[in-house]
Every structure is written in structure tokens, then in C-alpha cells.
């Protein structure tokens, strides 16, 4: 299996890590929903300065569409 499969696995819980590097991998996974979750809740700009997609009109108008719809 490669690694990022393994690390999809693990973030979407149909795996639970086997080692310490899985274990580093599981918490880093959970890290970055804790940090995009906060991200969505206080409705922060994506900064342009450093992600060429956030100019991406399209893309743009599509996250706005899913961080103002209910879930």
C-alpha cells in the first residue's frame, strides 16, 4: 500500500495507525481538521499571496457556495 493511501486510511478512520510513523502521520492528519475546521468557522480569506489556485475565480465562488451552505 503507499503512503498516501495509507494515509487517506487513516484520516478517514478505516485504519487505525500500526507504528510510530503511522501514529505521527494519524496526528498530524488530525492537526490539520483541527486547523481547517477553525479555518471554516471563523470564516478566515484565503491568503492569495502564496496559492495561485485561490485566484481561480471558479474555484473561489465553489468554497464560498460550501462555506455558506449548512452541514
Do not use: Y
Not at 23 to 31: F, K, P, Q, Y
Amino acid at each position: 500500500m503507499l503512503w498516501v493511501d495509507r494515509t487517506l486510511a487513516l484520516a478517514c478512520g478505516a485504519q487505525r495507525p500500526v507504528d510510530a510513523h503511522e501514529l505521527r502521520i494519524a496526528h498530524l492528519v488530525s492537526m490539520f481538521r483541527v486547523l481547517n475546521d477553525v479555518g471554516i468557522a471563523g470564516k478566515v480569506e484565503p491568503d492569495e499571496a502564496h496559492d495561485p489556485l485561490n485566484k481561480d475565480l471558479t474555484l473561489k465562488a465553489r468554497l464560498l457556495e460550501l462555506r455558506t451552505s449548512p452541514t
